[in-house]
């Protein structure tokens, strides 16, 4: 079973060479991350102070509002799967329906763990003329206290991090709150794919991308008109319902709030994402294929 599924998930991954969105993709990664970088480094190039290595990453992607970005640009290199086509229906008979389903999932998570590592890399080689690697934080994380407000984000995460965390260990449980985000993204799109069709998978994600937007704490309070005295449950069950907001690093307990632990946090994405993979395995089980050529993209 596992050799079949790693021979689906090798043509899924080799049919990607000729296609034009997982370039896009990737390209568009890059210059997200090429605007945030350079928004956060500009402090560093203002006084001359060097930065460590995983700081513009661990700046960028504590902030809900980037890992949404993020997440959009993955949904377009993951539009293209699942494979529903001929030649996937007649795949199925030289592999069973749970080692098609099963090579899915492992194209799935091989392309999330390319493209986070991707955001990863390219923050770091945009810093790479000023960084040093030691795990400690950097002059400019120390001029932060002194920032500008189009610098909030980073002092935000700097205020909660510096005393409690180091640079390494920031970086680890933000890259794996925005691959667990991202991989429930991507485990959404392929159940409402196997559900409905293809075009009802990417309206999922898009949704669950929508109500992260909504549920940021800012818009929630403005688009309900509450007072700024509620402004503090009105945080916290944004944190609680939202999944985008259980990816954002800055929006869990420290020690002194109600907001959820990291470790809930990831409990509760994985969770989702089991969830969506039990559905889809119950759905595989009655999937009808089409064999009349081309390619389905409803």
Known sequence: MLREAAVC?????????????????LLLGFLLCWLLTDKTMAISRQYLTNVQIF??????????????????????????????????????????????LLGQLLTVLALTALYCAMI?????????????LADRWSETATMLSF????????????????KLTTPYTCCVQIFLLLFQYVLLQASIQ??????????????????MN???????????????QLPSELRY?????????????????TMHNFGYDLLPRLHVSYLILGGLTAVCVLISAVTMRRYAFSFAGGTSDE
């Not at 407000?149 to 205020?159: D, H, K, Q, S």
């Not at 909504?214 to 309900?224: G, N």
């Not at 449950?233 to 690093?249: D, F």
Request: charged fraction near 15%; glycine fraction near 4%.
């Open 9 to 25: 998930c090798g043509w899924n991954l080799y049919a990607l060479r000729k296609n034009p969105r997982f370039y896009m993709s």
């Open 55 to 100: 700081e513009p990453f661990v700046w960028c992607y504590a902030d809900d509002d980037s890992i949404l970005y993020a997440s959009l640009v993955m949904l377009l290199m993951m539009s293209a799967f699942p494979r529903l086509d001929a030649p996937a229906s007649y795949l199925i008979f030289r592999a069973r329906r749970s080692s098609w």
């Open 120 to 132: 990863l890399f390219s923050s770091m080689a945009l810093c790479l003329g000023n960084a040093f």
């Open 147 to 162: 920032a500008p407000g189009n610098f909030e984000v980073a002092l935000t995460v700097l205020r909660k991090t510096v």
């Open 190 to 207: 392929l159940t409402f794919t196997l559900l409905r069709s293809r075009r009802a998978g990417i309206m999922a994600a898009l949704v």
């Open 210 to 224: 929508f109500i992260g937007f909504v549920l940021t704490p800012d818009r929630f309070m403005t688009w309900l």
């Open 233 to 249: 449950y009105a945080n916290l069950a944004s944190a609680w319902l939202s999944p985008l907001q259980h990816a954002t690093y």
